[in-house]
T-cell receptor
Framework: ETGVTQSPTHLIKTRGQQVTLRCSSQ?????VSWYQQALGQGPQFIFQ???????GRGNFPPRFSGLQFPNYSSELNVNALELDDSALYLC????????????FGSGTRLTVV | QKEVEQDPGPLSVPEGAIVSLNCTYS??????FMWYRQYSRKGPELLMY????GNKEDGRFTAQVDKSSKYISLFIRDSQPSDSATYLC????????????FGKGTRLSVIA
């Protein structure tokens, strides 16, 4: 199977709740990154995982956390949801070394009400 | 000042026109420059990737990087209605899995 798959595609949550988003990497890719794309904005880097460890983080608070599993799939968890967390959450997989290339999934559209 | 500036448009052109999309940046450490295309309700798709300064051509698409001016461009020749999408510039300091810094994206509509 090729490509990055994300689930769910859409989600509506209430302020204060917690959410988990899931991502399956492209076959052969060992690094997963998560980005947040607010409406009308470019994607913003949240964090990246390699070999099940976080190895880079953008300017996001600790209530944004993640996991990477031995099969390179990943989860993004957001606690204490705020209205401003409403966005498209994108997962991108890549190889840690070698030629450049991120493959993005279609994203999860999260709405916080 | 944001690290990467991109005019959000929207930009509307007739079919067959030449389209010019641009970004400026402030971080001189950026060496890798990319253009992504994003259709509605989809993730970004890599169109062009350029290292350092220079031009790169792929079919109807040409990417240009001028590091001395901190300015990058994407040209689309013979634009088609199927080119209607949001175009995002992105940059990074290193290759591999270095985080990308994106522009806001420019919405392009090509009218038949």
């Amino acid at each position: 199977e090729t490509g990055v798959t994300q689930s769910p595609t859409h989600l509506i949550k209430t302020r204060g709740q917690q959410v988990t988003l899931r991502c399956s990497s492209q076959s052969g890719h060992n690094t997963v990154s998560w980005y947040q794309q607010a409406l009308g904005q470019g994607p913003q880097f949240i964090f990246q995982y390699y070999r099940e460890e976080e190895n880079g983080r953008g300017n996001f608070p600790p209530r944004f956390s993640g996991l990477q599993f031995p099969n390179y799939s990943s989860e993004l968890n957001v606690n204490a949801l705020e209205l401003d967390d409403s966005a498209l959450y994108l997962c991108a997989s890549s190889l840690a070394t070698g030629s450049y290339g991120y493959t993005f999934g279609s994203g999860t559209r999260l709405t916080v009400v | 000042q944001k690290e990467v500036e991109q005019d959000p448009g929207p930009l509307s052109v007739p079919e067959g026109a030449i389209v010019s999309l641009n970004c400026t940046y402030s971080n001189s450490a950026f060496q890798y420059f990319m253009w992504y295309r994003q259709y509605s309700r989809k993730g970004p798709e890599l169109l062009m990737y350029t290292y350092s300064s220079g031009n790169k051509e792929d079919g109807r698409f040409t990417a240009q990087v001028d590091k001395s001016s901190k300015y990058i461009s994407l040209f689309i020749r013979d634009s088609q209605p199927s080119d209607s999408a949001t175009y995002l510039c992105a940059m990074s300091a290193n290759s591999g899995n270095t985080p990308l810094v994106f522009g806001k994206g420019t919405r392009l509509s090509v009218i038949a």
